[in-house]
């Protein structure tokens, strides 16, 4: 692509590479291709995330520095994280800001002259809503790759195909691959024409953001589509569950559950565990939704992922210090858990409002800092909970190896059932937002069957020299 480039009278070409090997091993053993691109005076080779250095530039002071008349996203679809903040519409904005009044934005994505499939036009029509609703002037590029032109006064749509031909035999470039019956090939009306019929869909596509990654969903369908049909069908059936149909399944567990409670008159054998269990899942759910938003807002998290989960881990341990020795210690312990399950609803009530203002953030270094308080925080609300539970559950019981057996099975069970949820049903779905007030809702139902529950004892936490 470099070389093709080249070709043009252009001023300069930035290229990123987040992988710095990859440069260096060509530069180990060029070709005489690699050679003149990486020789070129015009190029200038970043070693680093492409949106975090068009970042830079918009935040640079007094404004962007410099504008472009081609951004081209060479990168496959958006089937990871790391690869859906560019297809996101934040990433749309910075592009516009980056770009001339005339120039031009290139998105890739699968494409087909023959049969498009449900995931291939899904994943099309997400884009494509994406660019229009930032970019006046969107047209695609049919092909077995799909190329989504954008731009922010090009007359994409209006330019006719006698036109793009006349321009290009006045260029007189010296290429082989792009020719006059390539172009006539590739921009056919009658093809574009076919391809724009074969998106028509009556389902509702859902905008991608940062926040809210639903491209992640429709990478992940497509894929599936041709190599694992039964679960791209499961994840179009979870694509469709809303909040309130979450939040309702979670309301009829606590209203039977609780039935069955109060017939059996115990309240320590089932409300004590499905607290620990939502608590489990609640926690797995934050330590994972912390790293993912620290990937779509800065880019790559495999040096800092450790950090991440140290801080969690940090907080649950003191968290649990806290229970034996702090503000709950010798006090007692029903109500101590009340409180800590109150104090868990209101973190997750104020984790989406602190998310969005992070990802709205002007200085990319608040986001690490800040995000690591937050896990922490989340890692010490969950670990108030082990202490109290377990002293709770020991007291009614008085089976020390019973106790632990129960609530930590009880623990793994919520936090696998978190680990599976967020990745796939809740925060592709529901977003960042949604998913924070499926865990309010349900630690808002655990809170409820542990505080009406029959017989409920009271227990002293024992202190610890």
């Known amino acids: 692509m470099l070389h093709e480039l080249l070709k043009y009278p252009i001023e300069s070409v930035d290229y990123a590479e987040l992988d710095p090997l990859l440069i260096e091993a060509v530069c180990a053993f060029p070709t005489e291709l690699t050679r003149q691109e990486l020789q070129d005076p015009r190029l200038c080779v970043h070693s680093v995330d492409g949106r975090l250095l068009l970042n830079e530039m918009v ?17 496959p679809y958006p089937s990871t994280l790391v690869l859906n903040r560019f297809y996101t519409a934040e990433f749309f904005q910075l592009v516009r800001q980056v770009l001339d009044e005339r120039g031009l934005a290139v998105f890739p994505l699968p494409g087909s002259l023959t049969y498009i499939g449900p995931g291939m036009r899904d994943l099309n029509l997400m884009l494509r809503d994406g660019l229009q609703a930032v970019f006046p002037n969107v047209c695609p590029v049919p092909g077995d790759t799909t190329l989504w032109l954008a731009s ?43 391809f724009q019929g074969a998106l028509q869909t009556d389902r509702q596509i859902g905008s991608n953001r940062d926040l809210h990654p639903v491209g992640v969903l429709y990478g992940l369908a497509y894929w599936s589509e041709f190599f694992a049909p039964s679960t791209y069908h499961l994840l179009v059936s979870i694509s469709q569950i809303s909040l309130w149909q979450w939040c309702l399944l979670a309301v009829l567990l606590t209203l039977i559950t609780g039935s069955v409670q109060r017939v059996r008159r115990t309240w320590t054998g089932i409300a004590v565990p499905i607290v620990v269990a939502t608590t489990g899942f609640a926690g797995m759910v934050c330590d994972l939704m912390i790293v993912f938003v620290f990937q779509a807002l800065h880019g790559y998290v495999y040096q800092h992922v450790g950090l991440i989960i140290a801080a969690f881990m940090a907080g649950l341990a003191l968290g649990g210090w806290t229970t034996t020795r702090g503000p709950f210690a010798a006090r007692d312990t029903r109500r101590g858990l009340i409180r800590s399950e109150i104090a868990l ?38 670990g108030l909970q082990f202490p109290l539970s377990s002293q709770l559950h020991l007291a009614a019981r008085g089976e020390a190896g019973h106790t632990a057996g129960v609530l930590y099975a009880a623990d793994l069970v919520g936090a696998f059932l978190g680990a ?46």
Request: aromatic share 8%; net charge positive; hydrophobic share 50%.
């Open 152 to 194: 922010p006064s090009l007359p994409l749509t209006s330019t006719t195909l006698q036109e793009l031909t006349d321009t290009w035999k006045g260029r007189t470039l010296p290429t082989r691959f792009i020719t006059e019956k390539h172009l006539q090939v590739r921009f056919d009306p009658r093809r574009l024409a076919w």
């Open 345 to 382: 609803i209101a973190y997750w009530l104020t984790l989406p409002l602190l998310l969005i203002a992070l990802s709205s953030s002007t200085t990319v270094l608040v986001v690490t800092p800040v995000l690591l308080l937050l896990n922490t925080l989340g890692g010490w609300l969950v």
């Open 420 to 465: 599976m949820a967020v990745g796939i049903a809740l925060l592709p779905v529901l977003g960042t937002t949604g998913t924070c007030f499926f865990v309010v809702t349900l630690k808002a139902c655990s809170l409820a069957l542990f505080a009406t529950a029959p017989n409920a004892q009271t227990a002293q936490m024992p202190a610890i020299g």
């Open 59 to 75: 935040r640079q002071e007094g404004g962007v520095a410099r504008t472009y008349d081609i951004v081209l996203v060479n990168l």
